[in-house]
């Protein structure tokens, strides 16, 4: 069993910047590929970032490349996305989740999710 943790949500303006965190419990988090989804309003939840085991692979939405950065610290069973340049488009709750297996692009790949944590940015 894995339950993940967010922190980092919060209110900004536009073109500032906020930085998530998720802690994981359990076993195994250095094995398992971590993802960022978001979902806002009204809207289906949507991949927002991906990243394997060791850190070297990531992968990133179009309208996000550029602007955030997924990293872990495996010490620490923490990932990170570094939001960078905000946009009103980008607000949303954010999930984190854990895959048994590689970070995917599709949210049914993976096995654990977190609770949220909403990210408002105004313009």
């Known amino acids: 069993q894995v339950q993940l943790v967010e922190s980092g949500g919060g209110m900004v303006q536009a073109g500032g910047s906020l930085r998530l965190s998720c802690v994981a419990s359990g076993r195994e988090f250095s094995n398992r590929g971590m993802g960022w989804f978001r979902q806002a309003p009204g809207k289906e939840r949507e991949f927002v970032a991906g990243i394997n085991w060791r850190g070297a692979s990531t992968y990133y939405k179009d309208s996000v490349k550029g602007r955030f950065t997924i990293s872990r610290d495996n010490a620490k069973n923490t990932v990170f996305l570094q939001m960078n340049s905000l946009k009103p488009e980008d607000t949303a709750v954010y999930y984190c989740?854990?895959?048994?297996?590689?970070?995917?692009?599709?949210?049914?790949?993976?096995?654990?999710w977190g609770q949220g944590t909403q990210v408002t940015v105004s313009s």
């Open positions: 989740a854990a895959t048994r297996t590689f970070a995917s692009i599709y949210d049914g790949n993976y096995d654990y």
